[in-house]
């Protein structure tokens, strides 16, 4: 259930929306769409929820500079180092103000002080617009900016531990 | 060298069921251009050998012109080939050079493999020249069918396209694997690679030499080909800049996410589109033209010199044949590069899903970048042709509109078939969807 609905019973379309309009998702390669600037990978996801192009990228726009970006917007995903890439992809995640906000190794092609940095602008974006963060991860220093932590092994979870 | 075909087995066999888009398609793409390039070379020495037909000049003159039109798109698309699933090969090569592969390994592995598949899509472009001989040989012109000798090519010429065939296919995607070398990390990190440029103009001119030289031409009918030749030349240059303007204008009228990557791809490799619609756009500007003359040569009271009784209708059947020829290349072209796309993309197109993306969005952007400039080109070349040659064939078209119904008939049979072979690749993008 979600919002009061059973997710099960949705059709295709409704499930794709769903998934955009009240879910984010932050990937570990990013998994940009190389042709387009980051201020339309941005934009993309309201653009499907029916807003003009321009209205699109006028709210995208204003992502930009709380996760660094500025001045990236016209930069094409090739042109980005790895962790610039990543603060896009939580961008995108970040723009349609997701219910929950899912991020898949979000690090596991990063080093450590960018690592660190995408893990920041991570949880504090999604603090500042109410979302819940689900983190799946190998690395131990990423479960610590986590509040709760679930270890699983083997398919089965073997311990929960939640932060002082 | 032991070494390099270790690495070459291991490579291949790693790819498993993504060798789909690094094997099956570059060759089913190198076949298409060999049996087209067969049948193109037959058509013309049958018209080379019916010397003491009447007006045997206007037909091997107009047959020259019909096979560059063939010839040109055809080793586009064989060039074109040797690029398919290049994307994936070269973040593997790229990976194997970091690894500490020499150059020189890189090299041979490169040429081995595309070598591989230009031979084994030039041997079944062999035998599809062999499949479309009886059916070829079914076409009427001068009054009669076609003798299946006089479509024979002969065994060297046979013998050498197909060696072309395999060279092009090596020594194209060596010149593309300049990026591996210059910056593999930009390979491995998805950096947009330049395509080589001068590999087209030395083709075209390769390909007219030879051209020439196998038709051992009179002056007149060197000089069309030339004619046509600089022609391509011109076009070849300005249609990258015309697509580019063209995805400018998409950019500009986009409203929605489909038209908006639509697009977006459209500007992103403006010569990739342009070769797919290349073939079209000269294609329809000649059957535009060679209609209007035809109808010109078939108007009421004109007088028919002995011997050109079949002339006109033989020049529609010849349009119709080429425009088929054309139309089918750049659908297999655009059906190719499709589903590569596709099939490179996979993880991409997965997590777009995932993240709420309709897949019926990302068809929707699929066929929009095929069918915009497909059309669009389609209707310039033929309107190119009108415009020229409306000051002469201005009273044919207002008096035989017929000639344009045909012409416009033509056209849109073409370019559903070339948008029919954009839908085809929908399965293949539901398939890599369901995983």
């Known amino acids: 259930m979600l919002g009061g609905r059973h997710i099960e019973n949705l059709g295709e379309n409704d499930r794709s929306r769903l998934r955009r309009e009240s879910y984010g998702f932050v990937f570990q390669s990013g998994q940009l769409l190389p042709e387009l600037p980051a201020i339309e990978n941005v934009a993309l996801p309201l653009v499907l929820n029916g807003l003009s192009i321009a209205e699109a990228k006028r709210t995208a726009h204003g992502f930009f500079a709380p996760l660094g970006l500025e001045g990236l917007q016209d930069r094409r995903p090739g042109q980005m180092s790895g962790g610039q890439s990543q603060r896009v992809a939580i961008a995108r995640a970040l723009v349609t103000k997701p219910a929950v906000l899912f991020a898949d190794e979000p690090t596991g092609a990063l080093d450590a002080q960018t690592s660190w940095e995408v893990m920041r602008v991570?949880?504090?974006?999604?603090?500042?617009?109410?979302?819940?963060?689900?983190v799946v991860t190998h690395d131990a220093e990423v479960a610590r900016w986590c509040d709760r932590t679930m270890t699983m092994q083997a398919g089965s979870l073997v311990g929960t531990q939640v932060a002082a | 060298?032991?070494?390099?075909?270790?690495?070459?087995?291991?490579?291949?066999?790693?790819?498993?069921?993504?060798?789909?888009?690094?094997?099956?398609?570059?060759?089913?793409?190198?076949?298409?251009?060999?049996?087209?390039?067969?049948?193109?070379?037959?058509?013309?020495?049958?018209?080379?050998?019916?010397?003491?037909?009447?007006?045997?000049?206007?037909?091997l003159a107009l047959a020259g012109v019909a096979s560059v039109l063939m010839i040109v798109p055809a080793i586009t698309l064989g060039l074109a080939a040797a690029r398919l699933g290049a994307?994936?090969?070269?973040?593997?090569?790229?990976?194997?050079?970091?690894?500490?592969?020499?150059?020189?390994?890189?090299?041979?592995?490169?040429?081995?493999?595309s070598g591989v598949q230009g031979l084994a899509g030039a041997l079944i472009g062999a035998l599809g020249y062999f499949l479309a001989l009886p059916l070829v040989a079914l076409l009427r012109f001068q009054g009669r069918t076609f003798e299946w000798g006089e479509l024979w090519v002969g065994a060297v010429p046979l013998v050498g396209i197909v060696f072309g065939m395999t060279v092009l296919a090596a020594l194209t995607s060596m010149l593309g694997m300049r990026q591996v070398f210059v910056s593999p990390l930009g390979v491995t990190a998805g950096n947009p690679s330049a395509a080589p440029k001068m590999i087209f103009a030395v083709a075209g001119v390769g390909v007219l030499l030879g051209w020439s030289a196998f038709g051992g031409a009179a002056a007149s009918i060197a000089a069309i080909l030339v004619g046509l030749g600089l022609c391509f030349g011109v076009v070849a240059l300005v249609g990258p800049f015309v697509i580019s303007l063209l995805g400018r204008i998409m950019l500009r009228f986009a409203r929605d996410g489909a038209s908006l990557i639509a697009a977006r791809r459209v500007l992103d490799n403006?010569?990739?589109?342009?070769?797919?619609?290349?073939?079209?756009?000269?294609?329809?500007?000649?059957?535009?033209?060679?209609?209007?003359?035809?109808?010109?040569?078939?108007?009421?009271?004109?007088?028919?010199?002995?011997?050109?009784?079949?002339?006109?209708?033989?020049?529609?059947t010849g349009v119709l044949f080429t425009l088929g020829a054309t139309f089918t290349l750049a659908a297999v072209s655009s059906a190719l590069t499709q589903v590569s796309g596709i099939l490179d993309n996979r993880e991409l197109y997965r997590s777009l899903t995932l993240a709420g993306t309709p897949v019926e969005v990302m068809d929707s952007a699929r066929m929009r970048h095929v069918r915009t400039p497909v059309v669009v080109m389609a209707l310039a070349g033929a309107g190119a042709a009108l415009l020229f040659l409306f000051p002469l064939a201005g009273a044919v078209v207002l008096t035989t509109p017929m000639a344009l119904v045909q012409l416009g008939l033509t056209l849109a049979v073409g370019i559903a078939l070339v948008l029919a072979s954009a839908f085809a690749a929908k399965p293949v993008m539901r398939r890599v969807l369901a995983g």
């Open chain 2, 270 to 316: 403006p010569k990739a589109v342009w070769r797919t619609v290349s073939g079209v756009t000269m294609a329809s500007f000649v059957a535009a033209g060679t209609s209007l003359l035809a109808a010109i040569g078939n108007g009421e009271g004109q007088e028919l010199q002995p011997g050109q009784e079949f002339l006109f209708a033989d020049m529609r």
């Open chain 2, 1 to 59: 060298m032991k070494a390099t075909a270790r690495v070459a087995l291991m490579t291949v066999r790693g790819e498993g069921r993504k060798a789909l888009s690094t094997f099956a398609l570059p060759v089913s793409a190198f076949a298409a251009s060999t049996t087209l390039l067969l049948t193109v070379l037959g058509g013309y020495g049958a018209f080379a050998g019916r010397t003491s037909e009447p007006e045997s000049e206007a037909y």
């Open chain 2, 87 to 113: 994307r994936r090969r070269d973040e593997r090569l790229a990976a194997l050079r970091l690894i500490g592969s020499t150059p020189r390994q890189i090299v041979a592995l490169c040429a081995a493999e």
């Open chain 1, 122 to 134: 991570l949880r504090d974006s999604a603090q500042q617009i109410g979302s819940a963060l689900v």
